[in-house]
Each structure stands twice: as structure tokens, then as C-alpha cells.
């Protein structure tokens, strides 16, 4: 058996406590975000390329469509950023570091994560190839303990969870192959070129396409048209998969307690205008939960091919020629512009030289100094909208900023159950202690076989700081508490949701108050090394408390 305590708590320990005063219920955990505070990562380099961590809220101006905006947040995080010393008076906590879990214990708490995301949608085999060699190399130079690494392709097919077994790494690697269309399009056509005469009307991009099916089947009666709408339907289908899966990898990160960072090794996508919010919606789910995407253009420095070849064709006309070249480098640009959109938005970093490995060396590292700016939009309407972002400090000179380029507005408002469930949602995926309320946490457990145990976690809350709420002849409050289970690789298991009930009558009002209240969380569990992450949040004060703890059970 072990217990841990995270705050020292005056007043007895609760007592039995009659029905219609304090009930729990049970509800299913559900986690949701929203962005009614628009997240804004900042990340300031000098003529060197090194992160500056030097400048204060006050250096900032934020504007939101023209119009300016207030800095309600600020904060600077990275890995030179010193983490800050607990409150005077409070008891130690249990860290949440790269050390030993308890005396005498191997278990070493992991702090870092970093997702390998392969795109294996888009990369061509010449260049997978090479990224698959520079991330072996990379693999071979070990894992630390307190980092764990996750490898996952944008097709799906591939996938390996957050592990730090370099064996696993490395077996799993070597599967990741291109993926092969399930219908190729011939006379071939760019997804870029028929977007641009479907949805812009580019009567130029129609006639590169006629002088494509004219070098490649001469003398063919082919509309140009119904080649265009075939590559139109299936480019933005891959799109919209392709950004689904984006986005269910950045709630895989979201779900890991520590530093999170996303590495997609890509050449780029191309996305239209109609689907930009798709891009935006990932942006805005990554920055919400902390989650940092570095790029890594696996095309590296690339260049145009002037003459504008066609494989398997003949020659095309000197037009056509000049008119492949053009909007080859027109898509080119395109899918950069993505993989920077990325990076840029969410507080990370681009690589597109020819040095892969390096590439990987740079981008797993966190940066030394993130800033995030936080504002809720003045009159900001839930009509759907994009809203442009720019940043600037008051004396750039001799530096340059990287920093989100813009969000979506809400479609619709946010009631007070939806930000109640989105606050305590984003508080479970994260490892800050909060402490607004007062929480000890002890643990038990006993195993029911070699293999099994039963695991049992005990909140005691201080409700003396509780707002609480007169209606009729009761003291009223509502507090949820979620108690969530991570395994030794941080990987989220289950968790428990409870609602306490408080309708405090007058006469037994200080008696309860000094009491506090016990909630207890039941787990099956197998052996081996667990995280729990314990939050709790009342309605009426929307105070929020929050602590991390470490379990092995042998």
C-alpha cells in the first residue's frame, strides 16, 4: 500500500454524512474545446536563430482583424524556462519529474512526448526513404527516460504508440511505405491545377490539362473537364481524411501529461480555400492543449523542373511545358505555405534543407522559450469566421517572429455545461498543479491475482473556500471531480467522473464546511507503474483544483 499527500488540510476528516445534505453521482468523462480565449504561441529568435526569452507582456501588440486587442494571458514555457517554486506553506508535492517516482522505485516519470507523424499520403519513395534513414539514425542515438516517442502515418496504416523501446521504434519504421492510390488518373493531373479551374474558374489550368492529354494519348477525344473533376473529388476527399487524422493525432498528444510536440515529415499538402478551416481546426486544438508541430519538409531543398516533362508521355508543346513549370512551382509554394501555417501557429518550427537528420535533432527538441498570448476577441459574433491574427513587438529590430496566423469563430455559443466540461477537460490533459482549492490525495490498492489489482484513489476536499450559494434553507454548490488514470508510458487508460452535490443546511453549515468532503475512485488495474491526474472544479466559483500523483504496484 501506498498514499501521497499533495496539500497539508486543517479540520477533521469527514464524517458520515446524512442523505439530501451531500449526494455524488457518476457521470461519463467527456472532454471538448472551444475558443472563446484564443491561444496565441509566439516564438522570437535573433540573427543567429535563437530563441529570445527576454521580453514581457508589455512588448506585445495583438491585433484581431485590424482592431486591437487586450493580452488577458501571458506566459512564457519552454525548456529553459526554470519551473516555479510551490506557494510558502504548502506541503511538498510528489514531482512530476524525470527522477525516481519514490525511494527505492526504478519508475521514472516520462515528461516528454514526441509524435514521429509520416505522411505517408503525399511523400514520393525517394524521399521516404531518405526521411525513414535519418530517423533511424536518429533512434540509434537512444532514448532518454523521461521521453517517450510515438511513430503514427497520415493514412492510418502505420501506427505505433508512445513507447521507449528503440527496437519497437526502429521494427515499426521500416513498414511505413508510400501509399498506392487506389485508382490513378491518367492522363495524370495535379490536385492544385484542377482546384484552380473547378473553384476559381482558371481557364489557363484547363488548357494545361488539354495539352497534358494531348502529349500523353495523342489523338484521344478526352474532355480535359471530367479529368479535372475526378482529381477535384478525389484531392479533397484525401484532404479532408488527411486533416481528420491530423487532428485525432493532436488529441492523442493532448492526452499526454508533460511536454508534447508533434515532428510531420511531410512534403506538403495542398489545401483549398474551402477546406482552410479544417487547418485552422487542428491549429486551434493543438495551441488549446499545449501541443508544439515542427515540420520537416522531407523534399529538402528542391527545385522546378524547367523543361516540364511528363513521365510516360511524349514531349508536351512548348506551352504546355512552360505552363507545368509554372503551376508546379504554384503548388510547391502551396503545400510549404501548409507545413509553415503548422508550425508557425502553434509555437513550432520548419526544416526544409537537405540535412534530415540534423532536421530531427532540431525539431525534437523543444524551443528554449515559447511565449503565449491569450485574448478573448472583443464583440466576437459565433458566425463561423475567420479572423485574422498579427503580432508584433513594440522594437523588432535584429529579431524575427513566428506566431499564429488567424482562428475560426465559433459557429455557435458556448453554454455554461460545455465550459464546464471543456475547463476540466483541457486540466485533465495537463500536468499543472492548480490551487484554488485545497485537495489531498492518498492511493491504495490490492492485487486480486499475480496479474490484477484493485486500485482506489481518496480526494479529500476543502469546501471552507467554497462560494456556496443560499437558496431556501440550503448551501448550495455543485463540484465535479475526474480522478484519471495514465499508464507508465503516460498513455490515458479510463478515468472517473463525480458530481458532488452540496445543499448544506444552515445549522449543520460549519460543522460540514470544517469537515470537508471524501470521493473515493475505483480501478481494475493489471500491474506495473500508473500516473493519476486528479481535477476538481466547482459551478458556482468556477475555482479549480488540480494534482499529479505516482502509483507501482509490483
Excluded at 431 to 441: A, F, P, Q
Aim: aromatic share 8%; hydrophobic share 40%.
Amino acid at each position: 500500500m501506498r498514499s501521497w499527500t499533495f496539500f497539508l488540510l486543517a479540520g477533521a476528516l469527514a464524517a458520515q454524512t446524512p442523505p439530501g445534505e451531500v449526494t455524488t453521482r457518476e457521470e461519463t468523462p467527456t472532454f471538448q474545446s472551444s475558443v472563446n480565449l484564443v491561444r496565441v504561441p509566439v516564438v522570437i529568435r535573433d540573427k543567429q536563430g535563437h530563441t529570445v526569452g527576454t521580453f514581457h507582456k508589455e512588448d506585445f501588440q495583438l491585433t484581431d482583424r485590424g482592431k486591437q486587442q487586450y493580452i488577458s494571458q501571458f506566459s512564457i514555457e519552454g525548456s529553459a524556462v526554470p519551473k516555479p517554486p510551490a506557494p510558502a506553506g504548502a506541503a511538498a508535492e510528489i514531482p512530476w519529474e524525470p527522477e525516481a517516482a519514490a525511494p527505492g522505485s526504478k519508475l521514472v516519470i516520462p515528461t516528454r512526448f514526441t509524435a514521429f507523424v509520416f505522411d505517408d499520403v503525399h511523400l514520393k519513395i525517394g524521399d521516404l526513404m531518405n526521411a525513414r534513414i535519418a530517423a533511424l539514425k536518429y533512434i540509434e542515438q537512444g532514448i532518454r527516460p523521461q521521453d517517450r516517442v510515438a511513430l503514427l502515418t497520415l493514412s492510418g496504416k502505420v501506427t505505433l504508440e508512445f513507447t521507449n523501446d528503440p527496437a519497437k521504434f526502429k521494427e515499426t519504421l521500416m513498414k511505413i511505405m508510400p501509399v498506392v492510390p487506389a485508382h490513378k488518373v491518367f492522363p495524370p493531373a495535379s490536385f492544385y491545377v484542377a482546384d484552380q479551374w473547378l473553384n476559381r474558374d482558371n481557364q489557363e489550368a484547363l488548357a494545361l490539362e488539354g495539352g497534358i492529354i494531348a502529349a500523353c494519348l495523342p489523338g484521344a477525344h478526352i474532355d480535359p473537364k471530367d479529368i479535372l473533376r475526378e482529381v477535384a473529388n478525389t484531392g479533397e476527399g484525401e484532404a479532408i481524411a488527411t486533416f481528420r487524422t491530423l487532428s485525432n493525432i493532436v488529441r492523442l498528444l493532448s492526452a499526454m501529461p508533460g511536454d508534447r510536440t508533434m515532428i510531420l515529415v511531410s512534403p506538403g499538402m495542398y489545401l483549398p480555400d474551402e477546406l482552410q478551416k479544417d487547418l485552422s481546426e487542428s491549429i486551434d486544438r493543438a495551441t488549446r492543449a499545449g501541443v508544439v508541430i515542427n515540420t520537416l519538409d522531407a523534399r529538402g531543398v528542391y527545385t522546378i523542373d524547367p523543361v516540364g516533362d511528363i513521365p510516360g508521355c511524349n514531349s508536351p508543346d512548348p506551352r504546355t511545358s512552360q505552363l507545368i513549370s509554372k503551376y508546379d512551382s504554384w503548388e510547391n509554394l502551396a503545400q510549404g505555405m501548409v507545413l509553415e501555417d503548422l508550425a508557425h501557429s502553434t509555437g513550432g518550427t520548419t526544416n526544409s534543407d537537405n540535412d534530415l537528420l540534423g532536421g530531427f535533432n532540431r525539431l525534437a527538441t523543444p524551443p528554449e522559450y515559447v511565449y503565449y498570448l491569450g485574448f478573448y476577441p472583443k464583440d466576437l459574433k459565433p458566425d463561423g469566421k475567420y479572423h485574422e491574427i498579427k503580432v508584433k513587438l513594440a522594437n523588432l529590430k535584429g529579431f524575427s517572429l513566428e506566431a499564429r496566423r488567424g482562428y475560426w469563430a465559433p459557429s455557435h455559443e458556448e453554454d455554461a455545461a460545455a465550459t464546464a466540461t471543456r475547463e476540466v477537460g483541457e486540466a485533465v490533459f495537463s500536468r499543472d498543479v492548480l490551487r484554488d482549492l485545497s485537495i489531498e490525495i492518498h492511493s491504495e490498492f490490492f492485487k486480486t491475482t499475480e496479474e490484477d489489482a484493485k486500485l482506489k484513489v481518496t480526494t479529500h476536499l476543502d469546501i471552507r473556500q467554497l462560494p456556496l450559494r443560499k437558496q431556501d434553507d440550503r448551501n448550495r454548490d455543485d463540484v465535479t471531480l475526474v480522478c484519471a488514470l495514465f499508464d507508465g508510458n503516460g498513455n490515458y487508460i479510463k478515468g472517473t467522473q463525480k458530481v458532488v452535490e452540496l445543499r448544506l443546511k444552515d445549522e449543520n453549515l460549519e460543522r460540514r464546511r470544517a469537515a470537508g468532503v471524501t470521493v473515493n475512485s475505483n480501478f481494475d488495474v493489471k500491474i506495473g507503474p500508473y500516473m493519476v491526474r486528479v481535477v476538481v472544479r466547482d459551478a458556482e466559483g468556477r475555482q479549480m483544483a488540480a494534482a499529479n500523483g505516482v502509483v507501482e504496484i509490483p
